[in-house]
């Protein structure tokens, strides 16, 4: 039996395939490479290009494959850009995963683990953030996330498709070998951006708002490596695989960093000076965002490895020290 990732040659999705056939899963992945790269996907993977969104083409991936879950990170997740295409992000994000789950349905495949994000709860109330929590959404990417969950919810209830929903924190990180690493075009997370100029790809770290309501008036961020975020997937495949019922858990590691830290942490880590500047405020960033994740451990088991946020930027050095154009493919 396989298992289908949607979006494996991702940032997140490469990671969760590496460790996949490490474990010795069978795997089958699907991205149409408008952000991924062929080249992050393990050969042992058996690779089909095309949308998640074309169901004669997804069709044809079920009828090939023995698909007994579904992984799904296929997705568009810049806030700003959600801002200005609200559209493209229903659109990709949420009647893409319609399309899936329709397909899942014809095929009878009653199981998927979701990707889905801090960003549906908002503005929140109070951290760490429970899973109980309000979710309400100050961005159309986190809008089209929530629905995702909600869509999975009564799909549930109808076709009795059970999911896993996984609500990522700050994501970050490499394998350790530093063969695979993060390379969105165009990038706009914290840490690749400061190894970035950290590698002199760019002058210097702009740090969005030095006047939020923290200790050191920059935002505050929970940071998860990417292995461990993938090994948390394997373990939700394994609960559903268990005949468990759906169910939502936050993934981080219930400490925040601000983003002061993580430039003085990305110092200590590369041994450069990595020059930085306060910059305006990036609209739509909360003050901090904290996740609580003892349901995960309690409930899933899982054990992140990495507790320590020079060790996690280590790991990211490794690749964009080495790879400073990332897959050289685009
Ligand atoms: P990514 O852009 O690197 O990976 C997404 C992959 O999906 C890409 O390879 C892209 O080509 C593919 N894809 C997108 N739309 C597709 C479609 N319609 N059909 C087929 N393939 C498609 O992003 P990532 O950082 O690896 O994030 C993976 C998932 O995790 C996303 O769903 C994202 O919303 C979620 N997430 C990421 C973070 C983070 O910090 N990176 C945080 C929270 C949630
Ligand atoms: N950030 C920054 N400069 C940059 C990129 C990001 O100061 O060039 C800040 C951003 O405003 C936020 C934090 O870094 O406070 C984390 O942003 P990122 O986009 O990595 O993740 P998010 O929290 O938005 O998911």
């Known amino acids: 039996m396989t298992v289908l990732v949607l979006g494996g040659a991702g940032y997140i999705g490469s990671h969760m395939v590496d460790r996949l056939v490490d474990q010795g899963s069978d795997v089958a992945v699907v991205d149409n490479l408008v952000k991924g790269h062929r080249a992050a996907v393990r050969p042992e993977a058996r690779f089909y290009k095309g949308d998640v969104r074309d169901k004669d083409f997804m069709r044809s991936v079920f009828r090939q494959e ?33 399309s899936v789950l329709e397909v899942m349905n014809e095929f009878n495949v009653k199981r998927i683990v979701f990707s889905s994000t801090a960003a549906t ?46 609500r990522y924190f700050n994501v970050a990180g ?7 690493g993060e390379d969105h075009g165009p990038e706009t997370h914290l840490v690749p951006i400061v190894l970035q100029v950290a590698n002199g790809q760019r002058d210097k770290l702009k740090i969005f708002g ?6 050191d008036g920059t935002n505050v961020r929970d940071y998860v490596h990417v292995v ?16 468990n019922d759906s169910n939502a858990f936050n993934l981080g590691s219930a400490t925040g960093f601000s983003n002061r830290q993580i430039l003085e942490a990305a110092r200590k ?5 990595i020059p930085a500047e306060d910059a305006p405020r990036r609209p739509g960033d909360p003050d ?3 996740a609580d994740s003892s349901k995960a451990r309690k409930v899933l088991g899982w054990k992140p490895q990495y507790d320590d946020i020079e060790k ?6 490794k690749w964009h020290s080495t790879h400073p154009n990332g897959y050289n493919d685009k």
């Open 66 to 98: 023995d698909i007994e879950a579904v992984v799904h990170f296929a997705a568009f997740s810049i806030v700003p850009e959600s801002m200005q295409q609200p559209l493209d992000y229903f659109d990709n994000n949420t009647a893409g995963l319609i």
């Open 121 to 166: 709860y908002g503005t929140p109330e109070r951290v760490p953030i429970k899973e109980t929590d309000k979710q309400e959404p100050i961005n159309p990417y986190g809008e089209s996330k929530l629905m995702m969950e909600k869509i999975m919810h009564w799909s549930d209830l109808a076709y009795g498709i059970k999911f896993v929903a996984l």
């Open 174 to 180: 490499a394998k350790a070998d530093g063969s695979i």
């Open 210 to 215: 030095s006047d939020y309501d923290t200790p």
């Open 228 to 243: 461990d975020l993938a090994d948390a997937h394997i373990l939700a495949l394994k609960y559903l695989a268990a005949g």
């Open 269 to 273: 880590a590369t041994g450069k000076e």
């Open 288 to 290: 901090t965002l904290i």
């Open 312 to 317: 996690i930027i280590a790991t990211a050095w």
